[in-house]
């Protein structure tokens, strides 16, 4: 069993920075690839980066490349998104997902309204 957990989100204006975090916990030795996805109201849920296990970022959503970068830090179990240069657009609940031993893990989600 792996669980995650996000922090981080929030309100900002226009052009504001969050920094998204999300700590893997349990079978923490089992899990892949981690990834961040958003859902946006009405919307479908969509990829907004995701990393390799090593911490090598491997995709980027066109809509958010060059104004988000994800990391990870596997001695904290930690994969982060920061988010700089926010627009309305980037308004959705922001999710922390990972595979671990054939499953698919999610966390609860964290919302983040931009302003404009």
């Known amino acids: 069993q792996v669980q995650l957990a996000e922090s981080g989100g929030g309100s900002v204006q226009t052009g504001g920075s969050l920094r998204l975090s999300c700590v893997i916990s349990?079978?923490?030795?089992?899990?892949?690839?981690g990834a961040w996805y958003r859902q946006a109201p009405g919307k479908e849920r969509e990829l907004v980066a995701r990393?390799?296990?090593?911490?090598?970022?491997?995709e980027y959503a066109v809509s958010v490349k060059g104004r988000f970068t994800i990391s990870r830090d596997n001695d904290k179990n930690r994969v982060d998104l920061q988010m700089d240069n926010l627009g309305p657009e980037d308004t959705a609940v922001y999710y922390c997902?990972?595979?671990?031993?054939?499953?698919?893990?999610w966390g609860q989600g964290t919302q983040v309204t931009v302003s404009a």
């Open positions: 349990g079978k923490t030795w089992t899990v892949g690839p």
């Open positions: 997902y990972t595979s671990a031993q054939g499953l698919d893990y």
């Open positions: 990393i390799t296990r090593g911490g090598v970022p491997r």
